[in-house]
T-cell receptor, first 113, second 115 residues
Framework: QKEVEQNSGPLSVPEGAIASLNCTYS??????FFWYRQYSGKSPELIMS????GDKEDGRFTAQLNKASQYVSLLIRDSQPSDSATYLC?????????????FGQGTELSVKP | GAVVSQHPSWVICKSGTSVKIECRSL??????MFWYRQFPKQSLMLMAT?????????EQGVEKDKFLINHASLTLSTLTVTSAHPEDSSFYIC???????????FGPGTRLLVL
């Protein structure tokens, strides 16, 4: 089982709809979770971080975390064509020499006008 | 805030040559930086963790003698791809860990093409 799993997509939604992106992780002790957006040919940019169970909202983005189910999601409301990108879920893992982010495969989102 | 730069953004080189990529945190100090590689249509793969003033920690399968990492200051880490070969052609991205730890801010990436 991969440490962080995402559906690769592509996920296609019409403009104005809600896009729902999902991610599961295998390490029960993980405490920090991140969503990054990556446009084609560009490096990732941080959208959201979430550390506690429940929802965290920032503008049109809502991150949801359920540690019991080892599940984290990202909702994008009022989706725009400019949201079309690959969304990477990342989980921070601690180990004895420090910590590192483990990335999922990414979900490609396409928002159709 | 939390801006990370990389230089160069593009590099084309002949097989057998060495290429150095710089990663700088512009408006914050980063004791820890990370180097990733990304092949087309694939996710980011962590190559190594770079700690200021100490040796880098390499991920399994990454040759430390081929990918030399130096983190001489709190704002600069360098990755040198030695004796580059066509299979080293990839998108190399660095990130710097923010002051609060855990959150990583990415540089714009460096595309390497080895002919």
């Amino acid at each position: 089982q991969k440490e962080v799993e995402q559906n690769s997509g592509p996920l296609s939604v019409p403009e104005g709809a809600i896009a729902s992106l999902n991610c599961t992780y295998s390490d029960r002790v993980s405490q920090s979770f991140f969503w990054y957006r990556q446009y084609s040919g560009k490096s990732p940019e941080l959208i959201m971080s979430i550390y506690s169970n429940g929802d965290k909202e920032d503008g049109r983005f809502t991150a949801q975390l359920n540690k019991a189910s080892q599940y984290v999601s990202l909702l994008i409301r009022d989706s725009q064509p400019s949201d079309s990108a690959t969304y990477l879920c990342a989980v921070f893992l601690l180990y004895n020499q420090g910590g590192k982010l483990i990335f999922g495969q990414g979900t490609e989102l396409s928002v159709k006008p | 805030g939390a801006v990370v730069s990389q230089h160069p953004s593009w590099v084309i080189c002949k097989s057998g040559t060495s290429v150095k990529i710089e990663c700088r945190s512009l408006d914050f100090q980063a004791t820890t930086m990370f180097w990733y590689r990304q092949f087309p249509k694939q996710s980011l793969m962590l190559m190594a963790t770079s700690n200021e003033g100490s040796k880098a920690t390499y991920e399994q399968g990454v040759e430390k003698d081929k990918f030399l990492i130096n983190h001489a200051s709190l704002t600069l880490s360098t990755l040198t791809v030695t004796s580059a070969h066509p299979e080293d052609s990839s998108f190399y991205i660095c990130s710097a860990e923010g002051l609060a730890g855990e959150t990583q801010y990415f540089g714009p990436g460096t595309r390497l093409l080895v002919l």
